[in-house]
Nanobody
Framework: QVPLVESGGGLVQAGGSLRLSCVAS????????MGWFRQAPGKEREFVAG????????SYKDSVKGRFIISRDNAKNTVYLQMNSLKPEDTAVYYC??????????????WGKGTLVTVSS
């Protein structure tokens, strides 16, 4: 298990941007693929974006392609999710997690508290 802390959420108008951060404070995540997930009210948690350990391979849920960018800074043990052109349907609690392998869409570890993103119309 790798404890992860998500931050950067908030209230934003449609069309706006936010950058989420995910920090691992107790263990390095530099050798792991990482992913962002989200859970909207009344819905199941879903995969949003993933990145391999070196940052050279990324994958996205179709509905966020071209709007969201996942990146990482292994020296800071941090993964980011830049969210642009936000839509009300992006409203959700966002979580990060380790991925078992590049291209995976399920998290390995227990879920943290996440960070709430609310997009107003």
């Amino acid at each position: 298990q790798v404890p992860l802390v998500e931050s950067g959420g908030g209230l934003v108008q449609a069309g706006g941007s936010l950058r989420l951060s995910c920090v691992a404070s107790e263990r390095t995540i530099a050798t792991y693929a990482m992913g962002w997930f989200r859970q909207a009210p009344g819905k199941e948690r879903e995969f949003v974006a993933g990145i391999n350990w070196a940052g050279g391979f990324t994958s996205y849920k179709d509905s966020v392609k071209g709007r969201f960018i996942i990146s990482r800074d292994n020296a800071k043990n941090t993964v980011y999710l830049q969210m642009n052109s936000l839509k009300p349907e992006d409203t959700a609690v966002y979580y990060c997690n380790r991925l078992r392998y590049r291209g995976a869409t399920e998290g390995m570890d227990s879920w943290g508290k996440g960070t709430l993103v609310t997009v107003s119309s």
